[in-house]
């Protein structure tokens, strides 16, 4: 065989290898070592600081907001996002009619854009023009101001996890299809009936995917930006701060790049482990049919 | 050994062609900057970056400008890379352009701190010998303006269009109430005090946005407390933030509204009144009943008279190695700087630092700012303008705390100073 030869193995990986490495490891390692550096207005000077960023970090009170509230948003994205999805699959998988009507409503919020998403909610959560106090206003209450302290990071939430459940849905709906039919069939002919069949037969054997999905949920939680940043911007006075969009406030609104590369950092740093612990956790033997 | 030889060759043109595709790629502006080339005539591409972009009442003016000097030049190609000033996104376009070599051959942008990033590049004009050339075009600017946005002693940003920050009111509205114009502190106030007890929202304000500060501060300390960046002096003017939330005096999202939406309470008639700057006198200018007048001074107050005021932005040249880009670019900017142009441009609003072609239909309101502007006794520049960007942002992130007594004005004043002094 012609891939026997390693040399075609190089070739083959070449662009792949070259591409990473432009567009991802080379950032990173930057990053890295922006993360050590006093870089203020995107200038050509940097001054190398050591630790002194790292310093603030762990002193810096919005961090441990951020933080707090990128576990809010995780266990959000595991618990309703993925657990949703799983919930809305299970259902789906179980009605004989109007399938296709669900698996189109369902997956529809992922092809809207983040933005567009979150315009929609600031534009609900609007004080004088919102659409939940425009609904309060007809029933004849009084109106509300939905976006405070205690409240922010939840409302935020909401967009979040409509967006992706969705997500979340499909892939476990493609995993239930690839169950055999005849584990169900006999199944039934042992006398299994209702929600029995999905927690003695379907959850487990989609164990594999329920796996991949914790993942993504948590990774992508990690990554969230946009729709935070539309509807509140980390505000009001901070409560709903992520790691991200508190990132960007130093980056794009101080200007201090290296402060912000450091926040960078610690966001990889925070994904690599929680990614590590949860695959530990979940690591058992690959299902098999 | 011959095998061996051409698989060699063939995975090392497979490389070269990969990393050429690579290259092409990243090089796409260059040879996006070389396409206008034609045959016999040379076509210039000019790549120009301006505030004009997005909800920029300019916007329309600028882009007419823009088709009209394309027009009178043939072959010259206007790449308008113009980017909103909000968020921050032209600041960053312009220092990460300018930190990668990639300045646009000409710019309208920010002054101050903002001057010395582009003239450390060493890649901008200093206009003292183009001045000396054409002492006609010259002579339209004024001397005074010019004297005052100089950096280091050299002009590197033309002034064109100035600002002003005032009190904008609802006249009709204080009729209605029987309220006296808020020409003073007391007669604000029961302006607050009155409309906080009926369903108007008595000041519009988004507490993220720094133009309140501004004048509350201004007003407090004077023009020289105002240099001195975040001192203890400064707390009062915050604390006046404190008693005004108190007194529900500002929408009830203050927090999380952003200035275009309160921008737009004050413009339907649901606030009484606001602060803002002249960019947003031409929307309110359609409504006879809007007023704007200098914001009064607080109790014990130093600043008198006084207004936040200046040129804030100017033309920046790229000083082009190409003989043919500098001379278009500076046809361009002397043509954006004609007082024709400028004319239609003071049309929409502001104080111009170059002779304009008076219009007739220049609105009640900005005819009013602009005689604001000149009754003034002195004028000083926003903060912002000499204070280090991450300083000022959690400065006005500040404010909000102050508002919902979360920080004492004095902490906010000292975590602003410290992130200050790191630079300076």
Known sequence: MIFRDKRYIVLFLAPTILLLFTFLLYPLIQSVYYSFTEWYNFSNTKTFIGLDNYKDLVNDPIVGIALKNTLILILGAVFLQAGGGLLLALLTDSIKRGFKFFRTVFFFPIVISGTAIGLMFS????????????????????????????????????????????????????????????????????????WRKSVYITIPLLRDVIASCLTLATAGALKV????????????????????????????????????????????????????????????????? | MKKKAVNKTVGLLVVMALLSTLLAACGGSDKAEKEPEKSGNKEISLRVATSFAGSDPWVPVWTKAIQQFQDE???????????????????????????????????????????????????????????????????????????????????????????YEGLFWNKALFEQHNLEAPSTYEAFMKAVDTFASTDIIPFATSLT????????????????????????????????????NEKNAFPKDSLTLDDDKAQSLFASGKAAMM???????????????????PFPLVPGGKGEGVIVSGFGSGWYMKNSKDQEKYDMALKFIKFMTSPDIAGEFAAIGGTYAVQTKASENTAQLLVDGNAMVSAA??????????????????????????SAGRKTAEEVLAEAKKLNDKIQ
Request: aromatic letters at 14%; glycine letters at 8%.
């Open chain 2, 275 to 293: 602060f803002n700057g002249s960019w947003t006198a031409a929307g309110l200018s359609q409504d006879p009943d809007i007023q704007i007048s």
């Open chain 2, 209 to 244: 946005t720094p133009y309140l500060q501004e004048a509350l501060i201004l007003s407090q300390v004077g023009p020289e407390g105002q240099q001195q960046a975040y001192d203890p002096s400064w707390a009062p003017a915050l604390n006046i933030f404190k008693e005004l």
């Open chain 2, 73 to 163: 030049n043939p072959g010259v190609k206007i790449v308008d890379e113009s980017t909103p000033v909000n968020q921050e996104a032209l600041r960053t376009k312009v220092k990460a352009d300018a930190a990668t070599g990639n300045l646009a051959d000409v710019l309208f942008y920010f002054n101050g701190s903002e001057t010395a990033i582009l003239a450390d590049s060493n890649s901008i004009v200093s206009w003292e010998e183009e001045f000396a050339k054409d002492p006609e075009w010259a002579k339209q600017f004024n001397a005074g303006i010019v004297d005052k946005v100089k950096y280091d002693g050299k002009l590197y940003a033309l002034p064109y269009i100035g600002f």
């Open chain 2, 377 to 402: 006794k002195d004028f000083v520049m926003p903060i912002d303008s000499y204070v280090s960007r991450e300083s000022y942002t959690q400065f006005l992130n500040g404010i909000g705390y102050v």
């Open chain 1, 123 to 194: 534009l609900i959560y609007n004080y004088d023009y919102g659409l939940l106090n425009a609904i309060v206003r007809a029933l004849g209450w009084s109106e509300q101001v939905w976006l405070t302290e205690n409240s922010a990071i939840y409302l935020v939430l909401v967009p979040i996890l409509w967006q992706y459940v969705g997500f979340y849905f499909v892939i476990f709906l493609t995993g239930m299809s690839k169950i055999p039919e005849d584990i169900y069939e006999s199944a039934v002919l042992d006398g299994i009936t209702g």
């Open chain 1, 225 to 289: 930006f946009d729709v935070v940043y539309i509807v509140t911007k980390g505000g009001p006075l901070n409560s709903s701060e992520l790691l991200s969009t508190y990132m960007y406030a130093k980056a794009f609104n101080g200007q201090n790049a290296g402060y912000a590369s450091t926040i960078v950092i610690a966001m990889m740093v925070l994904g690599i482990v929680i990614t590590v612990l949860l695959n530990r956790l979940v690591k058992k033997e690959a299902v098999s049919y």
